[in-house]
């Protein structure tokens, strides 16, 4: 299974809220300079991100983003479930769109709907909080303020 770039940027801007020692507002511009990644691009993400509830963004001068929620309360799977659109691993898992001849014998996208609830599984098991460890060296590769 891969991620969308989409949901790569959306976990990797929580890690970057998260990580922020500052209790302030935090702005794409900064996040798009630690991480090389295009500043309109990033805005489709964070606004992801607030419909679902894991970010708060204010407008304006001054504005910018934060954390909706504590870092111990954003679950790993609930924001891959949120970010990805598309989480069939094969066309069959499609019914409209399934053209195999075979599936209505075909026993695998029974297998594969297992392997994808044990991999969505595991990432239900952890929070950005467990993401964060050591969060000190995270922002120290992060922060490029200097």
């Known amino acids: 299974m891969r991620f969308t770039v989409h949901t790569d940027y959306a976990l990797r801007v929580l890690m970057y809220l998260g990580a922020s020692p500052e209790d302030g507002l935090v702005t794409i511009k900064a ?3 630690a991480y090389g990644i295009s500043e309109n691009h990033l805005m489709k993400v964070v606004h992801r991100l607030a419909l679902a509830g894991f970010v708060a963004t204010t407008r304006g001068r001054g ?6 929620l504590q870092p111990k309360d954003i679950n ?3 924001v891959v479930r ?3 659109d598309d989480m069939r691993i094969v ?3 499609d019914p409209p769109s399934n053209t195999c001849p075979i599936a209505p014998a075909c026993a695998l996208p029974r297998v594969l709907d297992e392997a994808l609830a044990a991999f969505v599984g595991v990432l239900d098991r952890y929070t950005l909080e467990d993401l964060l460890k050591p ?3 995270l922002w120290s590769i992060l922060d490029t303020t200097d």
């Open 31 to 33: 996040i798009s300079g």
């Open 63 to 68: 504005g910018g983003m934060r954390l909706a």
């Open 76 to 78: 790993i799977g609930a």
């Open 82 to 84: 949120a970010c990805e």
């Open 91 to 93: 066309e069959c898992f």
């Open 135 to 137: 969060r000190a060296a």
